[in-house]
């Protein structure tokens, strides 16, 4: 794999694990199974993150970093999977559904292999629960939904605008 497609891949999973840890409490809500999941999958993808930003500075992936990188790889699907069956009944449903398509689409691109393989890739998958999990980044905490959020200023040229926080 060259540097360039290195440096992405660690940035997509540095910027994954980003939403999983700031749209935390909106995820968990309240569960404890949801939390540790997600924390998990959090760990999984930071695993995948320090990996992919070695290969890309060094140039290569080294035996152990491999071993983890593929050990971290198989818990990001089955983490996410997870999570995503999680989710289904809540407020989080079109990402939910997105983080379970890996259970259809892995089954479905093997057998694709074996009709056309040149069509088959696992990254179809990959797409689905990537999307999924950056939905999730857009979640807000029912239990905190009426509250009032704080301002911040922004300034514009010389004055100070007030705009609410994101």
Not at 36 to 61: D, E, K, M, P, Q
Request: without cysteine; hydrophobic residues 55%; aromatic residues 6%.
């Amino acid at each position: 794999m060259s540097s360039l497609v290195n440096g992405v891949h660690a940035t997509t999973y540095a910027l994954i694990v980003a939403v999983l840890v700031r749209a935390g409490d909106a995820i968990d809500h309240g569960s404890r199974l949801r939390r540790w999941s997600r924390r998990l999958l959090a760990a999984a993808l930071a695993v995948l993150t320090v990996a992919f930003a070695t290969a890309t500075i060094i140039g290569r992936f080294t035996n152990v970093m491999e071993a983890f990188a593929g050990a971290s790889f198989l818990l990001m699907f089955v983490l996410g999977a997870f999570l995503g069956v999680l989710l289904l009944r809540g407020h989080a449903s079109i990402a939910a559904s997105l983080m379970v398509a890996p259970l259809v689409l892995l089954p479905a691109m093997i057998a694709l292999n074996l009709v056309a393989p040149r069509l088959m890739h696992p990254g179809y998958a990959l797409a689905a629960l990537y999307i999924g999990l950056a939905l999730l980044g857009g979640l807000h905490d029912p239990a905190t939904a009426g509250e009032h959020r704080p301002t911040r200023r922004l300034l514009i040229g010389r004055g100070a605008v007030r705009s609410p926080r994101p």
